[in-house]
T-cell receptor, first 112, second 117 residues
Framework: AQSVAQPEDQVNVAEGNPLTVKCTYSVSGNPYLFWYVQYPNRGLQFLLKYITGDNLVKGSYGFEAEFNKSQTSFHLKKPSALVSDSALYFCAVRVYGNKLVFGAGTILRVKS | DTGVSQDPRHKITKRGQNVTFRCDPISEHNRLYWYRQTLGQGPEFLTYFQNEAQLEKSRLLSDRFSAERPKGSFSTLEIQRTEQGDSAMYLC?????WGQGNTGELFFGEGSRLTVL
């Protein structure tokens, strides 16, 4: 089955430090991978995507993600975390029918 | 472009009652999706439409659930005889036709939170 896994329920980081939120995927064929962010009682906001091309993709709010085919990973990164980045982050993969399958999510807490 | 709109944002109901949620997608988007998200979980696919045709339904969508998109624009999701296990956030998303700027991402609304007492 095509899926994504987010191995960390929660990531804690100090403001100003770099952050990484991990995601691994399992798909047949070339993956279309996505990151979304969700604030409390809100919908999902699109951050970035990998379709093809450069393995390092840049997205909204200073986030970027690195696609690694050999490790089947698509980790979300940011060089300097902000308190306002604290939220729930979801990795997703596109499957047949243009549906997205989501991971369980990772809570990011940035402390000042 | 006003984004994906969902109504109501919150609904509290008693077990056994019927509820209906509405979703208005981005106007030029022909695909519309419903997802369900329970606390601490990622969104789970329920069903999706291309124009007015319902192309796929998840096995999560029991007989008590029905979704429609009669004119290929807005959609409704009805839950009959609600149960406490139906308490969740119901998310609607849309996407443009493939080949018209569609590279796979879905555009989500703010969700409709259902609480069944």
């Amino acid at each position: 089955a095509q899926s994504v896994a987010q191995p960390e329920d929660q990531v804690n980081v100090a403001e100003g430090n770099p952050l990484t939120v991990k995601c691994t995927y399992s798909v047949s064929g070339n993956p279309y991978l996505f990151w979304y962010v969700q604030y409390p009682n809100r919908g999902l906001q699109f951050l970035l995507k990998y379709i093809t091309g450069d393995n390092l993709v840049k997205g909204s709010y200073g986030f970027e993600a690195e696609f690694n085919k050999s490790q089947t990973s698509f980790h979300l990164k940011k060089p300097s975390a902000l308190v306002s980045d604290s939220a729930l982050y979801f990795c997703a993969v596109r499957v047949y029918g243009n549906k997205l399958v989501f991971g369980a999510g990772t809570i990011l807490r940035v402390k000042s | 472009d006003t984004g994906v709109s969902q109504d109501p944002r919150h609904k509290i109901t008693k077990r056994g009652q019927n509820v209906t949620f509405r979703c208005d997608p981005i106007s030029e988007h022909n695909r519309l999706y419903w997802y369900r998200q329970t606390l601490g979980q990622g969104p789970e696919f329920l069903t999706y439409f291309q124009n007015e045709a319902q192309l796929e339904k998840s096995r999560l969508l029991s007989d008590r659930f029905s979704a429609e998109r009669p004119k290929g624009s807005f959609s409704t999701l009805e839950i009959q005889r609600t149960e406490q296990g139906d308490s969740a956030m119901y998310l609607c998303a849309s996407s443009p036709p493939w080949g018209q700027g569609n590279t796979g991402e879905l555009f989500f609304g703010e969700g409709s939170r259902l609480t069944v007492l």
